[in-house]
């Protein structure tokens, strides 16, 4: 693979109900989802070593913040 691109669509929840909190940490829930238009754009590239993050948006961290 040298490079994969990938439309992450965003959701609005409609509905979202907290049922009960599992012994894992997560939480049952039920919900209902919309996917909207809004989305972003995923790019995966091979590298020699490590990950390296970049975004165009200054106020999303691409440190270990």
Not at 29 to 36: L, S, V
Not at 51 to 61: D, G, L, S
Request: glycine share 4%; aromatic share 4%; charged share 35%.
């Amino acid at each position: 693979m040298e490079e994969l691109i990938i439309e992450a669509y965003g959701k609005v929840n409609l509905a979202l109900d907290v049922i009960r909190k599992r012994n894992d940490g997560y939480h049952d829930i039920n919900t209902i989802m919309q996917q909207i238009d809004l989305k972003d754009i995923v790019t995966i590239k091979d590298r020699e070593k490590g990950i390296k993050i970049e975004c165009n948006n200054p106020e999303v961290p691409v440190d270990s913040s």
